[in-house]
């Protein structure tokens, strides 16, 4: 592993020409125990498709999925730990090498342990043995050029760009008292406590009947 390391480059530019050269240096590995790799495969550091709520780090989406028949694999960008995004990169890998609908069931499984990944499949991570050979490898790679993004402060420092959206002006519902009427409306609390109940444009005072939260 350490030759082919050499071989894919020792500096990098790129989060993705970091990635493709790590997944070069994995290759003889996967194929060692029974599992090649496929040759089309994209590599970012990004988001992935569940948000920064979710303790998903990695996603490999399958070639099925893709218009021109290529992994897409994904590490969340709010980790630079070059020996972590590596063993997160092995996790997405096994997903490569196993049927798109395997999740972490049978197929994934047998092909994890014989890998050296540990643990529950849903967070599998490298064991001993293949943190090793990781370790290896990150040195080989040099500098992952990425920093930490602070996800939880957001782009504008104002919070995650997926933060609960701010409470709607709580209104009140009023409708006519002429049952055969339907004329309702939306009002604030405030114009009820200074002004009364609204009037229908036929029948006169409206009831207030139901408190409720919405949006405008």
Same mark, same amino acid.
């Given at each position: =592993?350490?030759?082919?390391?050499?071989?894919?480059?020792?500096?990098?530019?790129?989060?993705?020409?970091?990635?493709?050269? !790590?997944?070069?240096? $994995?290759?003889?590995? @996967?194929?060692?125990?029974?599992?090649? +790799?496929?040759?089309? =495969?994209?590599?970012?550091?990004?988001?992935?498709?569940?948000?920064?709520?979710?303790?998903?780090?990695?996603?490999?989406?399958?070639?099925?999925?893709?218009?021109?028949?290529?992994?897409?694999?994904?590490?969340? #960008?709010?980790?630079?730990?070059?020996?972590?995004?590596?063993?997160? +990169?092995?996790?997405?890998?096994?997903?490569?090498?196993?049927? =798109?609908?395997?999740?972490?069931?049978?197929? @994934?499984?047998?092909? !994890?342990?014989?890998?050296?990944?540990?643990?529950? =499949?849903?967070?599998? !991570? *490298?064991? *001993?043995?293949?943190?090793?050979?990781?370790?290896?490898?990150?040195?080989?790679?040099?500098?992952?050029?990425?920093?930490?993004?602070?996800?939880?402060?957001?782009?504008?420092?104002?919070? *995650?760009?997926?933060?609960?959206?701010?409470?709607?002006?709580?209104?009140?519902? #009023?409708?006519?008292?002429?049952?055969?009427?339907?004329?309702?409306?939306?009002?604030?609390?405030?114009?009820?406590?200074? $002004?009364?109940?609204? +009037?229908?444009?036929?029948?006169?005072?409206?009831?207030?009947?139901?408190?409720?939260?919405?949006?405008?």
């Amino acid at each position: =592993m350490k030759d082919e390391g050499r071989k894919a480059g020792n500096r990098h530019d790129t989060r993705e020409s970091w990635l493709r050269s !790590a997944t070069v240096g $994995l290759r003889d590995h @996967f194929e060692s125990c029974g599992y090649p +790799l496929p040759e089309k =495969m994209r590599f970012s550091i990004g988001f992935t498709s569940s948000g920064r709520k979710t303790k998903r780090v990695g996603e490999l989406w399958h070639a099925d999925a893709s218009a021109d028949e290529t992994f897409e694999l994904f590490i969340r #960008a709010d980790l630079d730990d070059p020996a972590a995004v590596l063993g997160i +990169l092995v996790h997405q890998l096994v997903h490569a090498v196993v049927p =798109m609908d395997a999740g972490h069931g049978k197929q @994934f499984r047998e092909a !994890a342990l014989k890998l050296g990944m540990d643990g529950k =499949m849903r967070e599998a !991570a *490298p064991g *001993p043995l293949l943190q090793a050979l990781l370790n290896q490898l990150a040195d080989n790679l040099g500098p992952l050029p990425h920093a930490k993004l602070a996800i939880d402060k957001g782009r504008d420092g104002k919070g *995650p760009v997926d933060r609960p959206k701010k409470q709607g002006t709580r209104l009140l519902k #009023a409708e006519c008292n002429d049952q055969e009427c339907g004329y309702t409306v939306r009002i604030t609390s405030k114009w009820v406590d200074e $002004l009364g109940a609204p +009037l229908c444009p036929r029948h006169g005072t409206m009831r207030i009947v139901i408190k409720e939260t919405e949006g405008l």
